[in-house]
């Protein structure tokens, strides 16, 4: 089956820096990679996301590349700002149901 | 865009009672939902996977005895916890897609704390 390691697992940076979180998959037939920031207590919420057919996609601050060869996308986030501090899931997807997550990295923007 | 409501957002329940969640997609039907279950500082761990009209499908490890998933409408699925422990305590998460949607959207999670 699908798994997905998800590098560094906390990661603290100043606010106006940027941010990359990095996830790597195993079954190359996962087309489908969103990522999820989760606040305490709350569910996750969908930041961006990529299929397969795409290298990059952004949504202003946020960025997701994509390397199918590699197996690995990354989330970048720029001009970090303190409400950016959250827990951020990756998860790999095919074209079933299977969807698993990344263990999460611990965003701390300082201030 | 797609709203999956879920409640109660906490629960306080003494051991050996049943404590029902509520998961309803408010906008779009959801033939399929997803039951997670979170641990402090870990990720979301799939429980099973709920199919309006038929059974659930559990992942290995989870008692479907304890575990009740009932997805009577294709807007609402709900687990019932049933005669819980302090270990069933736990943040509990659901999830639904729309139709020809590929991510999911999760709901806002249940606390539950068994006392």
């Known amino acids: 089956g699908e798994n997905v390691e998800q590098h560094p697992s906390t990661l603290s940076v100043q606010e106006g820096d940027s941010a990359v979180i990095k996830c790597t998959y195993s079954d190359s037939a996962s087309n489908y990679f969103p990522w999820y920031k989760q606040e305490l207590g709350k569910g996750p919420q969908l930041i961006i996301d990529i299929r397969s057919n795409v290298g990059e996609k952004k949504d202003q601050r946020i960025a997701v590349t994509l390397n199918k060869t590699a197996k690995h996308f990354s989330l970048h986030i720029t001009e970090t700002q303190p409400e950016d501090s959250a827990v951020y899931f990756c998860?790999?997807?095919?074209?079933?149901?299977?969807?698993?997550f990344g263990p999460g990295t611990r965003l701390s923007v300082l201030p | 865009g797609a709203v999956v409501s879920q409640h109660p957002s906490w629960v306080i329940c003494k051991s050996g009672t049943s404590v029902k969640i509520e998961c309803r997609s408010l906008d779009f039907q959801a033939t399929t939902m997803f039951w997670y279950r979170q641990f402090p500082k870990q990720s979301l761990m799939l429980m099973a996977t709920s199919n309006e009209g038929s059974k659930a499908t559990y992942e290995q490890g989870v008692e479907k005895d304890k575990f009740l998933i009932n997805h009577a409408s294709l807007t609402l699925s709900t687990l019932t916890v049933t005669s819980a422990h302090p270990e069933d305590s736990s943040f509990y998460i659901c999830?639904?897609?729309?139709?020809?949607?590929?991510?999911?959207?999760f709901g806002s999670g249940t606390r539950l704390t068994v006392v």
């Open positions: 998860a790999a997807k095919d074209y079933g149901q299977n969807f698993v």
């Open positions: 999830s639904a897609s729309p139709k020809g949607y590929y991510g999911y959207t």
